[in-house]
């Protein structure tokens, strides 16, 4: 037997040891997540029976308040089209006068505005299922933000084409692919951007060689197991949850509201996931695939963001970067505006949008939604103060922000939804 020295050592889990591979802890928090879900499923079927009803396709073919939706869909291109031939008009900016110029620039704001109005008037009249509202609705504020860009950028283009011609920046150029100011404005080329998943116009967009047919059967199959999986747990699993609400919350006692909120924040957090992968990376790698878009770039690292304004930036990569370049920076750039009012903006609209999405398809006006946004602006310098002290505390407090502020909206429209679909109908 040999005599050894014992060396200073320290333990594996002391923070001092530099010691980081905890792949067999990860796999143990996989196995319990697994069994703590197979255990509230069982639970939950055991306490409110099969809720989820899989004849919904059926129901959707014969219910005809839900086709209203699809007709709304279909109006939008009459929209696009007559932005289309506004944008023709105006490319024969030398032939026309200031006042006719003018007068096509004044009707592009007032489709622009139509385009956010007409579907509040017509689901607030027809009255379709709020599912196929909000579908339609989402279509038409993506429709309202691409054809915003379109207009940027075609006016952009019309500028420097006449600054060109003026002999004063030769050397300004206006597009460095194939397809050239006024040679875009066609029916393929906008309906291209229309279906891109993008919101930022281009004249050129960066296209992949081929169309990969295994990639499209795999982001498909995700699609389509991920959206069943979706409905089952929200009408299992939310459901049950939102139709203990007999009442009013200030009729409840404080703890009473904490535990239906807790109860709320898990499931709907998971079908938050659920949406973001579906959504992000399945349909718009999908929508890239067929269209051979290049541009793949929809989301960031926003798991790891130490911070409100981190993770807002890094989460919607399309909606951000159509922030950036249209509103941000002629804000701060043409306008002379400061960079705090700049964000201030933007995270304003963005506010707005998320209200709009919500109020229009439910048909009533109310601010949760766009306070939830607003209360992150506060909630984002603290969670900042935090991230100074320690970067993973400030990662966890996002987590704990994105997890109990969306629960706290959804019971606010759950109450109103009561109050006017019961309470009011009854007196």
């Not at 281009?202 to 169309?211: A, G």
């Amino acid at each position: 037997m040999s005599v050894r020295s014992i060396l200073e050592r320290p333990s594996l889990l002391s923070a001092s040891s530099g010691y980081e591979n905890y792949r067999g802890f990860l796999n143990l928090l996989y196995v319990i997540l697994g069994i703590g879900s197979c255990r509230l499923v069982l639970e939950n079927i055991l306490q409110y029976g099969l809720l989820v009803e899989f004849d919904w396709p059926i129901r959707f073919l014969q219910d005809p308040t839900n086709w209203p939706s699809v007709f709304l869909i279909l109006l939008v291109n009459c929209f696009i089209l007559f932005e289309f031939t506004l944008e023709i008009k105006l490319s024969h900016v030398q032939q026309l006068s200031s006042k006719t110029k003018n007068y096509c620039v004044f009707f592009q704001f007032l489709n622009l505005c139509t385009i956010l109005i007409f579907p509040a008037f017509y689901i607030n009249n027809r009255q379709p299922n709020p599912v196929g509202a909000f579908i339609a609705v989402c279509i038409y504020s993506i429709v309202f933000l691409k054809l915003f860009s379109y207009m940027h950028v075609n006016h952009y283009c019309r500028q420097v084409l006449l600054e060109k011609k003026n002999d004063s920046h030769e050397n300004v150029t206006i597009s460095k692919g194939p397809i050239v100011y006024p040679n875009n404005l066609s029916y393929e080329n906008l309906y291209y951007f229309m279906v891109a998943p993008t919101l930022c116009y281009e004249l050129n967009f960066p296209r992949s060689p081929r169309i990969r047919k295994r990639f499209l059967l795999r982001r498909f199959g995700e699609i389509l197991v991920l959206l069943s999986l979706q409905y089952c747990l929200g009408q299992q699993w939310i459901l049950p949850i939102l139709r203990t609400l007999d009442r009013p919350l200030n009729q409840y006692s404080t703890l009473q509201n904490i535990e239906r909120l807790l109860r709320l924040s898990l499931p709907n957090h998971l079908l938050w996931l659920i949406l973001f992968y579906v959504y992000f990376h399945s349909t718009l790698n999908l929508l890239a695939e067929l269209l051979r878009f290049g541009d793949r770039l929809f989301y960031r690292d926003w798991w790891n963001a130490t911070d409100l304004y981190e993770f807002w930036n890094r989460w919607n990569t399309t909606v951000h970067d159509f922030c950036k370049r249209h509103v941000y920076k002629p804000l701060v750039t043409q306008y002379g505006f400061n960079k705090l009012i700049g964000s201030l903006v933007v995270f304003a609209i963005s506010a707005f949008f998320h209200e709009y999405l919500i109020s229009v398809p439910l048909r009533m006006i109310r601010p949760w939604s766009f306070l939830a946004m607003m209360v992150q602006l506060p909630m984002g310098m603290v969670v900042q103060r935090v991230k100074h002290e320690n970067k993973t505390y400030g990662n966890i407090a996002v987590w704990i922000s994105l997890i109990l502020i969306q629960p706290i909206a959804i019971l606010l429209y759950i109450q109103d939804l009561f109050y006017r679909d019961f309470v009011k109908d009854k007196s």
